[in-house]
């Protein structure tokens, strides 16, 4: 059973910084995306990064080109989002999700797998 555990949301102030993690498990398949997506209540889900497994290879959102930095580690099946210089409107859950094979992409429908999302506060 396939199974994304996100974690290290939380409360930060303008300009701050945060890591958030994704761990993957439940699978053996090698060729596969990882993608990290936010969400607003009463909007749609955003493609904010992601990661192909296979040769690191990211595609970023511009509202988050320059702050964030997606990476991963293998060894680990985990995957990061470093989120630097962080805005207000960064203010979001954010879920990360797997896409099987190696296209990298921010729509949210290419993905079958989702975690339970970790919320991130960005106020003074």
């Known amino acids: 059973q396939v199974q994304l555990v996100e974690s290290g949301g939380g409360l930060v102030q303008p300009g701050g910084s945060l890591r958030l993690s994704c761990a993957a498990s439940g699978f053996t398949s090698d060729y596969y995306v990882i993608g990290w997506f936010r969400q607003v209540p009463g909007k749609a889900r955003e493609g904010v990064s992601c990661i192909r497994v296979t040769d690191g290879r990211t595609e970023y959102a511009d509202s988050v080109k320059g702050r964030f930095t997606i990476s991963r580690d293998s060894a680990k099946n985990t995957v990061y989002l470093q989120m630097n210089s962080l805005k207000p409107e960064d203010t979001a859950v954010y879920y990360c999700?797997?896409?099987?094979?190696?296209?990298?992409?921010?729509?949210?429908?290419?993905?079958?797998?989702w975690g339970q999302g970790t919320p991130v506060t960005v106020s003074s």
């Open positions: 999700a797997r896409r099987l094979g190696s296209s990298c992409s921010l729509r949210s429908d290419f993905f079958s797998a």
